[in-house]
């Protein structure tokens, strides 16, 4: 139990002023394995119910996360814990169950300055009809993004200019066109070609020149 402790006092280094007294009766309530991870591109946190070869509740949560998104994501995770324990396996993952148990644990947070105004004001809106992940919210995504620790050069496709250049990690040179509804138009250098890309896809910024010449 001494060990269990430490490890969740240790996550006031990660949370929002202030949070960890709020987020601590949790791991007081359950028995529960937390694991910060490295970056996952792919998925924030992760949550596994007790087995009889692992009788307790298993959260992850990626460690590189900014105060803000790192409580919404443990929030997210623990709301699937207090889900399974009331339904087990008859709600869905992602089903009205969790998006109200979800919505319940966050609001304690509200209106208490644990999230800066542009956040918070995004994360109302989410609330309404939470998701699978704050990935496919733009707006929150955006407002989180902004808190980020940014690799140089490193920006959202939505922040860059019209007919602005940038780069992707396969090494693609391509040139923002035309912003629609819920994708942006962009042309490969290369090919020639034109695809669409989501606003909130990380690229990184390149001038002309380098764009043209590698």
């Known amino acids: 139990m001494k060990k269990q402790e430490k490890s969740v006092a240790f996550l006031e280094h990660f949370l929002p002023h202030g949070a960890y007294e709020l987020v601590e009766p949790y791991f007081k309530s359950h028995t529960i394995h937390l694991t910060l991870t490295h970056e996952r591109k792919s998925v924030l946190g992760d949550y596994r119910h007790p087995v009889p070869e692992a009788p307790y509740h298993r959260l992850s949560v990626n460690a590189n996360l900014n105060p803000y998104s790192f409580l919404i994501t443990l929030l997210h995770e623990l709301a699937h814990l207090l889900t399974f324990i009331h339904f087990e396996h008859r ?101 020639g070609k034109v695809y669409l890309f989501q606003g909130i896809a990380e690229v990184k910024a390149v001038r002309r020149h380098q764009a043209v010449h590698g």
């Open 91 to 191: 709600a869905q993952p992602h089903g009205k169950e969790w998006k109200t148990q979800f919505r319940h644990m966050l609001i304690p947070f509200m209106g208490k300055r644990f999230f800066p105004p542009d956040v918070e004001k995004a994360l109302f809106s989410y609330l309404h009809n939470p998701a699978a992940s704050t990935c496919t919210d733009a707006h929150l995504y955006k407002a989180l993004y902004r808190y980020d620790e940014h690799k140089p050069g490193f920006k959202l496709i939505d922040d860059l200019g019209r007919n602005q250049y940038f780069q992707t990690e396969d090494g693609e040179v391509y040139q923002k066109l035309e912003k629609l509804r819920t994708r942006t138009k962009c042309k490969n250098l290369g090919s």
